[in-house]
């Protein structure tokens, strides 16, 4: 079958394998998936959480990053509490994924607009420290019920396994997309204005940029999950298989879903490593170190982002087709072992150039260009293998309906909430804790520093050999992942075989 006709497969309303899918038409998918923007603008602003901790509050470095790391932590208990309040409140005719999404988002969008604006630069000492953490814990609290609530939109939306990576491959789009059309923006219209100094000032005026543009998400995200946003959609199996019906939802049940649903396990597994391994390399000061002080040039290292992450995207979207032909557990092993492979070889090929040769990236041709080849391999790999982690995740709340007979979107994407969240924080923590080992205890990182053998070694440390330490972990989880392409098929006809003896 060629790329036309998959395409089709996957975009296309059908009943194969005996089995009814849920299906979604192509603007719903690009518009419902904008809430992945929400969630990068927001993401990226925590990046810079440290920063102003440290310019707009006087904390300390080291100080700063513990209590991100303590409130993450905190915050990824109330994962729980989200995704229960999703399970349990009822459907009404306004849904209830655009209810929840707008009170979190608000959360969110106000502590934001105080932390990096309205209370900025104004309070040091203790009182800026305190304030520092009571604006921080609103943030996240707002983006805890933002974030669990819109984690359910793709499952929602289609059970169709052709289009999930389709579905897969925007939600990839978004996050990819944000990031390096937001970062370009901003290097070159507002980080310039401030001597390329991520200083108060700079926060102040791009704070507007990333809550605006959250907003403009937000209204794309409820335009394309209108439809699905209603009652009917989250009427399910009961658990003992006798009549329909939308059975409560306990705590209990999230323990359930992590003891007994082992193709959940092995998700969350290469969901930690994987995030563990980005969250360290995807730190701001991380690039602040790569781009700022060993290439030297900001403005350079945007293009070249900008430019390998296009390619990234087209990547991801051949990469849908051929996981909805092959299924996500071969993709995933598949792609973990390339991104290892390129991975190691742009190690290689920066120890070649050494601390000092770093800086010929952006101005010498051959250097640049090599460099722009590895790093368009590495954004390619890593984005189809987004686009099969992604996918993943519905098959294994499917499998949960089959199991236990219950439909808990929310329950899952909350267990995915708090471990992503956890070691985001935990990866906050060891970078400040990293970065104080190489003299970097009362300031941050910024461009023009000296460039030392730490700086050098740290960088590639962080920026290169976890993720691939998180890819390795992928691939050991795959091998006890059960449910490949045709294991998926028998649980969808197990789930419509049940829905038709009620």
Not at 455 to 460: E, G, L, N, P
Request: hydrophobic letters at 50%; glycine letters at 8%.
């Amino acid at each position: 079958m060629g790329f036309t006709e998959n395409l089709k497969k996957m975009t296309n309303a059908s009943e194969r394998d005996g089995v009814q899918y849920r299906t979604v038409t192509i603007p719903e998918m690009v518009c419902s998936m904008a809430q992945n923007g929400i969630m990068m603008c927001f993401y990226m602003l925590s990046m810079y959480a440290s920063y102003i901790g440290n310019a707009g509050y006087a904390i300390p470095v080291v100080t700063v990053s513990m209590i991100l790391s303590v409130v993450g932590i905190f915050d990824g208990v109330t994962d729980a509490i989200a995704a229960a309040i999703f399970e349990l409140m009822p459907a009404t005719k306004h849904g209830k994924i655009r209810i929840l999404m707008s009170i979190g988002w608000g959360m969110e969008a106000i502590a934001c607009l105080l932390l990096f604006s309205w209370t900025s630069d104004r309070f040091s000492g203790m009182v800026g420290m305190v304030l520092f953490i009571i604006i921080y814990v609103i943030y996240t609290l707002g983006y805890t019920l933002c974030n669990v609530t819109s984690g359910t939109i793709a499952s929602v939306l289609t059970n169709d396994p052709t289009q999930r990576p389709m579905m897969a491959f925007f939600d990839t789009a978004w996050s990819f997309g944000t990031p390096t059309i937001m970062n370009l923006f901003l290097t070159f219209s507002v980080l310039p204005k401030h001597n390329n100094q991520y200083d108060v000032g700079f926060f102040k005026e791009a704070i507007y940029i990333y809550v605006g543009t959250s907003l403009v998400f937000l209204l794309l995200t409820f335009y394309g999950i209108r439809r699905a946003d209603v009652k009917e959609t989250f009427t399910v199996l009961s658990s003992d298989g006798q009549g329909k019906g939308e059975d409560k939802v306990k705590f209990k049940d999230m323990w359930s879903v992590l003891k007994n649903n082992r193709p959940v396990q092995m998700y969350m597994l290469t969901l930690a490593s994987d995030k563990f391994a980005q969250s360290c390399a995807s730190q701001s000061v991380i690039n602040v170190m790569l781009a700022g002080i060993l290439i030297g040039s900001y403005q350079a290292t945007t293009l070249i982002g900008t430019f390998t992450q296009t390619v990234g995207l087209i990547a991801a979207f051949a990469g849908g087709v051929l996981i909805a032909k092959i299924g996500v557990k071969k993709a995933t092993k598949m792609w973990s072992w390339i991104c290892i492979a390129f991975s190691a070889v742009l190690i290689l090929f920066c120890c070649i150039l050494g601390k000092d040769g770093m800086s010929q990236i952006s101005v010498a041709f051959i250097p640049t260009t090599i460099y722009i080849v590895l790093q368009i391999a590495i954004t390619a790999s890593k984005n189809i293998l987004s686009v099969a982690t992604s996918a993943m995740r519905g098959d294994v709340i499917d499998y949960e309906l089959e199991r236990s007979g219950k439909y808990l979107p929310a329950i899952v994407n909350g267990i995915y909430s708090f471990i992503s969240k956890l070691i985001k924080s935990l990866s906050t923590a060891l970078v400040g804790i990293m970065l104080g080992l190489i003299g970097y205890k009362q300031v941050m990182p910024q461009q023009g520093d000296p460039v030392t053998t730490s700086i050098f070694v740290m960088t590639m440390v962080i920026c290169f050999g976890f993720p691939i330490l998180g890819w390795l972990c992928n691939v050991i989880a795959m091998r006890f992942y059960i449910l490949d392409k045709e294991r998926m098929v028998q649980v969808h006809k197990n789930i419509n075989a049940r829905k038709n003896e009620q």
